[in-house]
């Protein structure tokens, strides 16, 4: 690729809003590149003197490499290292919710005990990015309790994030992640309560038997509905994709709770 066009890639993850798609569209084609040139100019905006190019520079090294064909990431030993230095000065919400979710992409483990502490980051998306990274950890026990936390968090997209990932994408299970899913299926949020649902059903609470009948009965929350249905039917190998079929079947499984 032309330097001249990697260069006009670059530009172009800073030219409108944060979330821009024009932005979002050069950030990904840089990542497709898997070239070191891209790379190594990522890691020099990494090291800038502007919030918004560390930001960016974060987010190429995120996931570079990935393309549809290609799912591992470059370099990412690298990639770890830099941005984890970066966390012991940044100070920028909007570079530090980019260097915190990028750890979710890296897959590094090791990187938890650094970044629980921004549960109590006064910026929502840095709790955001946090959420979303701990989820990719969910099977790591370092990272239940902060899970919980966030699951209360006063933004519902944290909220949402934190249900899913401990609720839906964990294994986990004990009378405290019960209570915090059972909680939140009267969260004011849908999104917040379909993934506690979900998550509470794949533990085989029968609390949440009722709440799924009468979810397979609303056609908006039918899709949701069956895949908890089928967590506390033990049929997530051969599912169930008939609502009324679902709530005959729980009907008979779970007579005291229907």
């Given amino acids: ?25 050069a950030i990904h084609s ?47 030993g690298e990639s770890f290292t830099i941005l984890a230095g970066m966390l012991d000065t940044e100070t920028d919400p909007v570079a ?10 890296l897959e590094n483990p090791s990187i938890i005990p650094q970044i629980l502490p921004f549960s109590y980051h006064s910026d929502v998306d840095v709790r955001y990015g946090l959420a979303f990274t701990l989820g990719c950890f969910a099977d790591d026990e370092r990272t239940v309790s902060t899970l919980i936390k966030l699951m209360s968090d006063k933004d519902s997209e944290v909220r949402d994030w934190a249900t899913f990932g401990l609720g839906g994408l964990g294994n986990f299970d004990s009378p405290k992640i019960r209570e915090a899913l059972f909680k939140n299926l009267n969260d004011e949020d ?41 967590f506390l039917l033990d049929r997530d190998r051969e599912p169930l994709e008939d609502s009324a079929a679902a709530v005959k079947a729980l009907r008979q499984q779970y007579p005291d709770q229907s």
């Avoid at 190019?53 to 799912?71: D, I, M, P, Y």
């Avoid at 530090?96 to 992409?105: D, E, K, P, R």
């Avoid at 009468?214 to 089928?230: I, V």
Wanted: proline content about 2%; some cysteine; aromatic content about 6%.
């Fill in 1 to 25: 690729m032309p330097a001249a066009t990697i260069d006009e890639l670059f530009a172009q993850t800073l030219r409108g809003d944060y979330d821009d798609n024009k932005a979002w569209d």
């Fill in 96 to 105: 530090l919710s980019a260097i915190v979710t990028a750890f979710g992409h």
């Fill in 190 to 230: 849908e999104d917040v309560r379909e993934e506690a649902l979900v998550g509470l059903a794949r533990r085989k609470d029968p609390r949440s038997v009722s709440e799924v009948i009468s979810a397979l009965k609303d056609e908006d929350r039918a899709a949701r509905a069956l895949e908890a249905a089928n």
């Fill in 30 to 76: 840089l990542r497709a590149t898997g070239s070191r040139e891209v790379f190594d100019k990522a890691v020099a905006w990494c090291r800038s003197t502007e919030p918004l190019k560390r930001a960016r520079g974060a987010e190429v090294l995120a996931q570079f490499g990935h393309t549809a064909e290609n799912q591992t990431t470059l370099f990412a």
